[in-house]
């Protein structure tokens, strides 16, 4: 890949719960994706401290994205760290967490260095120092809390500067979408951009066409926009809860009493088990021993034992991966056996597409209640909608696309890229930002 650089550089960097993109002008003037794991424009938002193989004195050996992956499957020693999105705006973001061999790391350099990586790709591709950078957003990183939400973009935007960007911006990342998908009109239009990724549901209403794409200003245009942190990641969490911890004694049942029914098994450790950016949390030796020690509170002593055989053997992603994966084909096919030999030889779990819709009822409804929200919010008709453009990962959920489509009967139903429409709409947006106002 070539492109035209200056000193004053820019790029637009996705970063998103699940995936991550970067795009940088090319030396045909257009925005392009940087090729950046395996020739892939996306990579997964994951990072793995490897820790097996280093002399006590070495920090351990970062590898991102398929290859964190690959290295946590394969069981090499470390800690992966994955949905990193997800602890901007909480009380982690500024805390430190163990990697292994005794080496700790604050979650908010974990975003650093990820962010750093991105760029190392991007100014590799274009051959020159990138120093300015807008970056994606979601309508809200934290709901219903505009203090926290605004000390989530401010800790984003310290990880980018921390990279060496000395200008960063920020764009909705629906309005990134819209951006994209308005490049290839012909009329104007009224269009519902749902952005539902992995962290957050996104959804703006916004007009679009010939006439005001070359707008740098785009407020007049945006109606109302609305958003939910609820999405793929959530939907993960709801099956794993559903279908494969019931066997390591979620809602399980302690020993029979003499004064009444046996009680249930304390809930907390299969929420933080079943949650991505939390997982990590269960392997320290405090939780670890905490959690030895609760096995009188088990009817079922096996239950109590493959739990200790997940978190002892750090088998909560692999188990996460497992419901993903589960969701995914239970949306495409209808039902799904879930073979869970890492926890038990043997042991296997089924979910049907009742099980899943039971499961996953209340999120999808509070999705699309963020979709209602946005119109009411706009003023506009629930048929007065023409397009509905869907874009982000978990938009290849059909369930969750039906329901959203339902609210608006009238919108021609259109797939941009999900992973890839918000990176080339914040590129495009970039690109008028910078270049054609001659600060690029």
């Not at 939910?228 to 939907?235: M, N, Q, R, S, Y």
């Amino acid at each position: 890949m070539t492109a035209a650089a200056s000193p004053g550089a820019f790029c637009a960097i996705d970063f998103g719960t699940s995936n991550s993109a970067i795009a940088v002008p090319s030396a045909a003037g257009a925005m392009a994706l940087v090729p950046v794991e395996d020739g892939q424009p996306t990579m997964p938002t994951a990072v793995f401290y490897q820790v097996e193989g280093r002399a006590a004195h070495e920090p351990p050996l970062r590898l991102y994205g398929r290859a964190a992956l690959a290295a946590y499957t394969e069981g090499h020693e470390g800690r992966l760290m994955r949905s990193m999105k997800s602890v901007l705006g909480s009380t982690l973001a500024d805390q430190q967490t163990e990697v292994g061999a005794g080496h700790a790391v604050r979650y908010l350099d974990v975003v650093g260095g990820y962010l750093q990586h991105l760029k190392a790709l991007a100014e590799a591709a274009v051959g020159a120092p990138l120093a300015r950078a807008v970056l994606g957003r979601p309508v809200y990183f934290v709901d219903d809390d505009p203090a926290r939400d605004a000390q989530a973009q401010a800790a984003l935007e310290a990880a980018a500067r921390s990279t060496g960007f000395t200008e960063v911006s920020f764009q909705y990342e629906p309005i990134a979408a819209a951006l994209d998908y308005e490049q290839h009109l012909a009329r104007e239009e009224l269009v519902l951009v749902a952005d539902i990724g992995g962290g957050t549901s996104d959804f703006s209403l916004v007009r679009v066409g010939p006439e005001r794409r070359a707008r740098l200003d785009r407020r007049e245009d945006i109606l109302a926009n609305h958003g939910v942190h609820v999405a793929g990641t959530d939907f993960d969490r709801q099956v794993d809860l559903a279908a494969i911890l019931p066997f390591c004694g979620y809602r399980g049942l302690g020993p029979a009493r003499p004064d009444g029914p046996p009680r249930e098994v304390p809930s907390r450790v299969y929420f933080d088990l079943a949650t991505w950016h939390l997982v990590n949390t269960l392997y320290t030796r405090p939780r670890v021993h905490e959690l030895r020690r609760m096995k009188p509170f088990y009817g079922d002593p096996r239950q109590h034992a493959r739990l200790m055989d997940v978190v002892e053997h750090h088998l909560g992603h692999a188990l996460l991966a497992q419901a993903e994966a589960a969701k995914i084909a239970v949306a495409e096919g209808g039902s799904t056996d879930i073979d869970l030999h890492l926890v038990e030889r043997g042991l296997a779990a089924r979910l049907d597409e009742g099980e899943a819709a039971r499961a996953l009822d209340a999120d999808l409804e509070r999705i699309v209640t963020a979709a209602r929200e946005t119109l009411r919010a706009a003023g506009v008709a629930p048929d007065g909608v023409d397009v509905l453009y869907l874009t982000g990962g978990s938009t290849g959920f059909l369930p969750l696309v039906q329901r959203i489509a339902a609210a608006v009967p009238r919108a021609r139903p259109v797939t941009g890229d999900r992973h890839a429409s918000v990176a080339q709409g914040l590129g495009v947006h970039a690109q008028r930002l910078y270049a054609a106002s001659g600060r690029g």
